[in-house]
């Protein structure tokens, strides 16, 4: 089956967080390239699913039962060759919220954190809203190719209590190998730091890219770790607060359900559960197709780059739908490059500064959408530029 990724709708007075936050001077027909959901339809299997399940009319307490298990089993072993048990199933409305119950169920306040930067957002809020403190370890430009400073991070390792993993990587758009990740892993078990790896983004794999599950890598990094994903940016189903956690240690795992269930959400959705069933099981076909889309979009953005602005440089991107891109070039501070991208062009992107320090004057630009409305972007873009190297 071919599916259409030429197809969207705007989401404006729909209660969306990305479009919303463009505020209301947002132009009409304006789609903002920011937050990581996509401006792309769910796979028509999941939606068939959804309308069925809306239709049947009672909407009860929701657990997830055999089906649930068999589909995410299934999922994991035909798409990430990762064999799982099901009793390692712990159920979450998000992957932020793993992260939160995984940083209370196993440090204490005033616990060293580690984290490889700049990385998404919410990694430093979870920390500081907890009364940890953040160790930070600076992934190196090296070539034109974003790398671990194992050194640095050996040395940070040696005081920290947890290493919170990003990948791929958000907003780097790198897929850690399988040798970096055993490298990690090694420096992790040596010191005794739990590793809480955000495998999210583990679908969307860029050509020439593997994504391997960091508790794929055997049975001594499994044993010491949790992995979190979800749905959601698979499938485009972030508003159906869906997600997992996986952890093969018995005790790490007993520890973490019991923060999950003393945060009070232990409820969860029949619309996300049906959504993940269906999408584990039925639209493999639809995420190759999307993953080539992506692709292309990525590669219409780099070219555009490339033949219009060369002294931008644009990351590799591995995995994710996240592109960074370092703007640095245009004489602007990160903030008022933000600023001026969304009153000329009407481009709301993610500013890189919000991603840590070492981001500013980088834009992240979210290319889960149909390649006419990037095209349309990126004419604003280079009209906008045009201007302010005029106003020079």
């Not at 940070?156 to 790198?174: D, E, S, V, W, Y």
């Not at 780059?305 to 644009?314: A, Q, R």
């Not at 891109?325 to 600023?339: A, I, M, P, V, Y």
């Amino acid at each position: 089956m071919k599916y259409n990724f030429d197809e969207y709708k705007l989401r404006n007075n729909m209660e969306a967080a990305k479009w919303d936050s463009m505020g209301p001077n947002a132009k009409e027909g304006i789609v903002p390239l920011s937050v990581a959901d996509m401006e792309l339809l769910s796979p028509p299997e999941i939606i068939n699913e959804l309308v069925k399940t809306a239709e049947f009319g009672m909407y009860g307490y929701t657990w997830w039962g055999e089906r649930y298990a068999n589909a995410v089993q299934h999922w994991m072993k035909t798409r990430h060759d990762w064999d799982i048990q099901k009793d390692w199933i712990v159920q979450l409305n998000g992957v932020v919220q793993g992260l939160a119950c995984a940083c209370r169920a196993f440090t204490e306040p005033g616990d060293n954190i580690l984290l490889l930067t700049p990385i998404y957002y919410p990694f430093y809020t979870v920390i500081a809203r907890n009364k940890r403190t953040l160790v930070e370890s600076t992934v190196q430009l090296k070539d034109g190719h974003y790398e671990i400073d194992f050194e640095d991070f050996e040395e940070k390792a040696k005081t920290a209590k947890m290493f919170m993993l990003c990948n791929p990587h958000n907003p780097l758009g790198r897929v850690w190998t399988e040798e970096e990740l055993r490298k990690i892993g090694d420096i992790c078990r040596k010191y005794n730091v739990l590793v809480v790896s955000d495998e999210i983004h583990f679908d969307l794999i860029m050509p020439g890219h593997k994504h391997t599950v960091y508790a794929a890598l055997g049975e001594e990094y499994a044993d010491n770790c949790v992995i979190l994903n979800a749905p959601s940016k698979t499938f485009s189903l972030a508003a159906l607060c869906l997600a997992n956690a996986f952890i093969p240690n018995k005790e790490l795992r007993e520890k973490f359900d019991f923060e999950v269930n003393n945060s009070g959400a232990y409820t969860y959705s029949i619309f996300g559960i049906r959504a993940l069933e269906v999408g584990y099981t039925e639209c493999a076909d639809w995420v190759d197709q999307l993953n080539e889309h992506l692709y292309g979009n990525y590669q219409y953005f780099k070219n555009f780059m490339k033949e219009k602005y060369p002294e931008v440089w644009v990351a590799d991107l591995e995995g994710t739908y996240l592109v960074w891109f370092d703007c640095k070039c245009f004489g602007l501070d990160g903030k008022t490059l933000g600023e001026y991208l969304r009153n000329e062009a009407s481009l709301y992107l993610d500013d890189g500064y919000i991603f840590g320090d070492i981001g500013d004057g980088f834009e992240r630009i979210n290319i889960a959408c149909t390649r006419q409305v990037l095209v349309d972007a990126l004419d604003r873009f280079d009209k906008a530029m045009q201007k302010l190297k005029n106003n020079a």
